[in-house]
Nanobody, 124 residues
Framework: VQLQASGGGLVQAGGSLRLSCAAS????????TGWFRQAPGKEREFVAT????????YYTDSVKGRFTISRDYPRNTVYLQMNNLKTEDTAVYYC??????????????????WGKGTLVTVSS
């Protein structure tokens, strides 16, 4: 499965962006999909995930209420809608696909496939 993330850019604080993760060579219906991000000088961290079966979602605390992960199976695409962006959301965002169990859904090593990142820059 090849993943391609897009939709990053420069936005002012309080603004919105929607990231897309398109899959080829496989379908998202067979995998949970996660978004991770890496800010300059920091470790990569979990942001959100949507389960392959049932569509349950889970978010890191810092984005709850602001970010929404969703999927469009006919388009084989997963989205991350980001609202009320803050400067601390500035990072390279990566999408990943795998079959994590619930207890490992935030772990990078639970995801098999990774796309190249897309840069989100939030200015003050």
């Amino acid at each position: 499965v090849q993943l391609q993330a897009s939709g990053g850019g420069l936005v002012q604080a309080g603004g919105s962006l929607r990231l897309s993760c398109a899959a080829s060579g496989g379908t998202f219906s067979s995998y949970s999909t996660g978004w991770f991000r890496q800010a300059p000088g920091k470790e990569r961290e979990f942001v959100a995930t949507i389960r392959w079966s049932g569509g349950a979602t889970y978010y890191t605390d810092s984005v709850k209420g602001r970010f929404t992960i969703s999927r469009d199976y006919p388009r084989n695409t997963v989205y991350l809608q980001m609202n009320n962006l803050k400067t601390e959301d500035t990072a390279v965002y990566y999408c990943a696909a795998g079959r994590p169990i619930t207890s490992s859904r935030t772990a990078e090593n639970a995801y098999y496939y990774w796309g190249k990142g897309t840069l989100v820059t939030v200015s003050s």
